[in-house]
């Protein structure tokens, strides 16, 4: 039987080294050769190599070539839904069929291939990143027998996972990896779709304005051809941030507009606390701190989502914030930690040092440089740079306002030293 690949990747999972396995059921050169295909054991070996692991054997498809179109047919569907959607229940859905319905194939392809949607809906599920960042490495030493696609859907993976991670700058390192490859395969007009999307996502993330734009519009192209109209919805937001982050004030305002109008014309009220809250963010950086507020709260009470409100809350905490209104600063920061608190999930440690930060600002003793020092070392370790920027230069404030200036000074050169780096210069000549 052609079940090589099986074992590896249980092995692998299991982190069991090829000795451990072997023992007392063959020599590990010889298991070398099964797990490379190189060879079919007999069934006995096979039954004790999976008793071993602990895998079904009643789940292994033996060379039933209808059964792999079947299902390679009906997992490419899936994969399509999923995409094409982007609703986190819906894939939530999916991801527990597909895991219900887990045949093992003899098929390495169509089994790698199995392994890398699965992953890809654990991400979009937000699941345990751990969990995720173990799978990826798992997969990185199957990653030698990938054939062009799989190669492709395991570089889109990491990308994902490191931006959901907030490691910017290694997404941005994946992504482009994908467009090398992206020539070599005959990606289908949803999938190309999908990928400028999300190239879009993070280079707006990374403030590649220009670049941004062409990948945003051919992604919008095809979401309207295909009346797919959330994803219609999503590119305008996009569309909108990129307009914000050029100070093209008024042309992301008419995003966000067309954005809200597709809420009401196509029964997408769920989506109004994500353009509530960009417009919001668009009113912060005009300097209308009543109207950002405004905008928050509606946020906040369209937002339905397990995380709902966790970004508009920080935000109405940097708005009051601005109006040093000490009093609502900690109601508003209480009211996110507590949502932390019920979510108990690391994807959201970010908020915890945001949240932290701005109630100690606005505390009776004023900034707490353990708390800050704390936040600055997690964000550095995300590389997240802005807010080692924006938390260095609070440090250093903080410091020249209880006289201790040599402190200061190396606070304030690090925000510099992280601006650079955020920015991209290398010399203060560049600047």
């Known amino acids: 039987m052609k079940v090589g690949h099986l074992i590896k990747t249980e092995r692998i999972r299991q982190e069991m080294k090829q000795l451990v396995l072997a023992k007392g059921i063959c020599t590990p050169s010889y298991l070398?050769?099964?797990?490379?295909?190189?060879?079919?054991?007999?069934?006995?070996?096979?039954?004790?190599?999976?008793?071993?692991?602990?895998?079904?054997?009643?789940?292994?498809?033996?060379?039933?070539?209808?059964?792999?179109?079947?299902?390679?047919?009906m997992l490419e569907a899936t994969y399509k839904e999923v995409i094409t959607n982007q609703n986190v229940n819906f894939t939530k859905q999916k991801l527990g069929y597909l895991e219900q319905h887990s045949p093992l194939f003899e098929n390495r392809t169509l089994y790698y291939t199995y392994l890398l949607i699965?992953?890809?809906?654990?991400?979009?599920?937000?699941?345990?990143?751990?969990?995720?960042?173990?799978?990826?490495?798992?997969?990185?030493?199957?990653?030698?027998?990938?054939?062009?696609?799989?190669?492709?859907?395991?570089?889109?993976?990491?990308?994902?996972?490191?931006?959901?991670?907030?490691?910017?700058?290694?997404?941005?390192?994946?992504?482009?990896?994908?467009?090398?490859?992206?020539?070599?395969?005959?990606?289908?007009?949803?999938?190309?779709?999908?990928?400028?999307?999300?190239?879009?996502?993070?280079?707006?993330?990374?403030?590649?304005?220009?670049?941004?734009?062409?990948?945003?519009?051919?992604?919008?192209?095809?979401?309207?051809?295909?009346?797919?109209?959330?994803?219609?919805?999503?590119?305008?937001?996009?569309?909108?941030?990129?307009?914000?982050?050029s100070e093209q004030f008024q042309d992301a305002f008419e995003s966000y507009l067309k954005a809200m109008q597709i809420c009401d014309e196509f029964n997408l009220p769920h989506k109004k606390g994500i353009v509530y809250h960009n417009l919001g963010s668009l009113s912060s950086i005009m300097g209308n701190s009543e109207e950002a507020i405004r905008y928050y709260k509606e946020s906040i009470e369209f937002e339905k989502d397990e995380d709902s409100g966790l970004i508009s809350i920080f935000c109405l905490v940097i708005e009051y914030s601005k109006m040093n209104n000490q009093r609502l600063v900690n109601d508003w920061c209480d009211k996110g930690i507590s949502?932390?608190?019920?979510?108990?999930?690391?994807?959201?440690?970010?908020?915890?040092?945001?949240?932290?930060?701005?109630?100690?600002?606005?505390?009776?003793?004023?900034?707490?440089?353990?708390?800050?020092?704390?936040?600055?070392?997690?964000?550095?370790?995300?590389?997240?740079?802005?807010?080692?920027?924006?938390?260095?230069?609070?440090?250093?404030?903080?410091?020249?306002?209880?006289r201790k200036y040599k402190l200061s000074s190396i606070c304030y050169q690090e925000a510099i030293r992280y601006d650079y780096i955020y920015r991209k210069i290398k010399t203060w000549e560049d600047l």
């Open 32 to 73: 070398s050769k099964i797990e490379r295909n190189l060879i079919f054991p007999s069934e006995d070996i096979v039954t004790l190599l999976f008793n071993r692991l602990g895998i079904d054997p009643s789940k292994l498809q033996k060379n039933n070539q209808q059964t792999e179109i079947d299902f390679e047919k």
């Open 118 to 245: 699965v992953l890809r809906f654990r991400i979009i599920s937000g699941g345990k990143m751990d969990e995720i960042k173990k799978e990826i490495k798992d997969l990185e030493e199957l990653s030698k027998d990938f054939n062009p696609r799989q190669t492709y859907l395991y570089k889109v993976n990491k990308a994902f996972y490191y931006y959901s991670t907030e490691k910017r700058n290694k997404s941005i390192e994946y992504l482009e990896d994908v467009l090398l490859l992206v020539d070599d395969i005959a990606l289908e007009a949803w999938e190309k779709a999908e990928l400028n999307y999300m190239i879009g996502v993070v280079y707006t993330a990374d403030s590649r304005i220009f670049t941004t734009i062409d990948y945003i519009r051919s992604a919008l192209g095809y979401y309207r051809e295909n009346f797919l109209m959330k994803r219609v919805l999503d590119c305008y937001i996009l569309i909108g941030i990129t307009r914000k982050k």
């Open 339 to 402: 949502l932390l608190l019920q979510l108990k999930d690391n994807n959201f440690t970010s908020y915890y040092h945001h949240f932290n930060i701005f109630k100690s600002l606005h505390s009776e003793q004023g900034l707490s440089e353990r708390i800050t020092k704390e936040a600055i070392e997690y964000f550095k370790e995300k590389q997240n740079y802005q807010y080692v920027r924006k938390y260095s230069i609070a440090l250093a404030e903080w410091y020249y306002n209880n």
